[in-house]
Nanobody, 122 residues
């Protein structure tokens, strides 16, 4: 499975961005997909995940109500809509996928995209 993340950029606090993660190489609908983020010097942090059918989603507490994860299995794509962005959301965002159940542990994801930089200015 190959994952391609895109959509990052520079935005002012309070603004919005939508990240996309496009998958290829395997039946996309079989994959659980998650977004993680990393700040230099820190471990990867779970942000959000979505189950195969899109029926179940999970979020980091600090992004609940601001971020929305969704998927379009026909387009092999998962989205992360990020609203009301804060400077502390600044990070490199990665999408990841696995075949088993949802988990917040990055080490349990088998496939990773290359990351996209999100910078939120104050």
């Amino acid at each position: 499975v190959q994952l391609q993340a895109s959509g990052g950029g520079l935005v002012q606090a309070g603004g919005s961005l939508r990240l996309s993660c496009v998958a290829s190489g395997r039946a996309f609908s079989n994959l659980v997909v998650a977004w993680f983020r990393r700040v230099p010097g820190k471990e990867r942090e779970f942000v959000a995940s979505i189950f195969r059918s899109g029926s179940n989603t999970y979020y980091l507490d600090s992004v609940k109500g601001r971020f929305t994860i969704s998927r379009d299995n026909a387009k092999n794509t998962v989205y992360l809509q990020m609203n009301s962005l804060k400077p502390e959301d600044t990070a490199v965002y990665y999408c990841a996928a696995r075949l088993a159940t949802i988990t917040i542990m990055p080490s349990l994801y088998d496939y990773w995209g290359q990351g996209t930089q999100v910078t939120v200015s104050s």
